[in-house]
């Protein structure tokens, strides 16, 4: 899919360089095809948490397909070719509705389809402490409810994928049993659990950390706390935002060293300020007002505390290779080959997206680009 100038939508129908890998033969996973003219491509980048991007609030509602087009159609200049939309803390009435909005939008877009593999529900079974809390509305924090989930469920064409929960809130370790014997996968984020409630949690089923170091006050025990529970237990694969921002890079280093290759990925966990084209300024998540800083820091005005990321996905591409000399294959384990694990369903007939999608880079200064991404069967430049 081409957004030409005057934002209309062209498919095509031919890759434009024959350099590139043709879109029925795709490089094998953890693979980069390299063409004649120094180009590469790889299979697309799967990120597990987006809140919004290029503008639009996915928790707002009343989002129509096209105004979800033009978002996916910016996500997919970033490399990135299946995601799970993100469902944050809010009333159940608003949540269900805001799902439902979305999943019809999802339904009647064109990308939509091709490049939504499932939703993430982050909250609102999570600590509403401050500091746990983040951006999330604590007064609509409550006990772990599975008719909540269902009731979510109901009203989604696609499967819940994901469920953030803390592990400390009544009814958590049962609800997590049950997602888990149900194939939906459980993280564990935005908790202020002590280390036995998180072993349980991990017992129950948990096997994902939701943006390991951020969530939790900024004063902490130095070594007694949730960072450290959760790096040192090898059950646990856990999500990093590598923006230079949400953690100091030594310890995004050392959380990498700890959790290894196998068990790290990198999402964005992106809101509406996310983009090429945002300018600082006010943008929403839900029912908050957030601003978008000249440092692309995204926080509730006048709180220490973040709301999101401005991040995308290419550019912690070039963030990782520039800070710890991470080549592509590496970048691949971390964006692709490991959140696919958590996203396949043997039970689905098509990984709706997942498997799909080729990513063309070029690169610029010694740094990687995307030039064209291929999803389905539309060509986004």
């Known amino acids: 899919m081409h957004r030409t100038a005057e934002g209309k939508f062209v498919s095509l129908n031919l890759l434009p360089n024959g350099s590139l890998v043709p879109r029925g033969d795709a490089a094998p996973e953890g693979e980069v095809a390299v063409g004649f003219d120094g180009k590469f491509a790889t299979q697309g980048l799967i ?30 200049k970033t490399g ?6 993100t ?16 999943d019809k939008a999802v339904s009647t877009s064109r990308l939509g389809p091709h490049m939504v593999v499932g939703y993430h529900i982050e909250g609102p079974f999570l600590s509403p402490k401050d500091g746990f809390s983040g951006a999330h509305n604590g007064s609509h924090m409550t006990a772990a409810d599975l008719v909540l989930v269902d009731q979510l469920q109901a009203v989604s064409s696609r499967k819940i994928k994901l469920v953030t929960i803390a592990p400390e809130v009544d009814g958590a370790i049962e609800i997590i049993q049950a997602l888990t014997e149900r194939g939906t996968q459980v993280a564990i984020g935005h908790s202020a659990a002590n280390a036995d409630q998180i072993s349980a949690a991990v017992e129950a089923g948990a096997r994902l950390c939701t943006h390991l170091g951020n969530g939790l006050p900024q004063m902490l025990h130095k070594t007694d706390n949730p960072i450290f529970w959760q790096l040192a237990d090898d059950r646990l694969t856990a999500m990093f935002i590598a923006d230079g921002i949400h953690v100091p890079l030594p310890a995004l280093q050392t959380m ?21 084209s945002m300018w600082p300024g006010p943008y929403t998540l839900g029912d908050a007002a957030i601003e978008l800083a000249e ?17 995308t996905m290419d550019q912690m591409v070039r963030n990782m290779a520039v800070w710890f000399d991470q080549t592509v294959p590496n970048l691949l384990q971390l964006m692709r080959e490991n ?24 690169t610029r200064s010694d740094e990687w680009f995307v030039s064209n991404t291929h999803i389905g069967p539309f060509t986004i430049e």
């Not at 469902?87 to 909005?101: F, Q, W």
């Not at 990925?265 to 090429?276: N, P, Q, R, S």
């Open 47 to 76: 990120d597990l948490q987006v809140n919004g991007f290029d503008g639009l609030d996915f928790n707002r509602g009343e989002i129509t397909g096209e105004q979800l087009d033009q978002a996916l159609v910016s996500l997919a």
């Open 80 to 85: 990135v070719t299946a995601l799970l939309p």
């Open 87 to 102: 469902i944050i803390t809010g009333s159940p009435h608003r949540m269900v509705s805001t799902l439902r909005e979305l």
């Open 256 to 276: 990498l060293r700890a959790k290894g290759p196998l068990r790290t990925i990198l999402t964005t966990d992106a809101v509406a300020a996310a983009g090429h």
């Open 295 to 311: 440092d692309r820091s995204v926080r509730i005005p006048g709180s220490r505390y973040l709301a999101g990321s401005s991040v």
């Open 339 to 362: 959140p696919l694990r958590f996203i396949s369903d043997q039970h689905e007939a098509v990984p709706l997206g997942a498997t799909d999608g080729v990513v063309e880079w070029e």
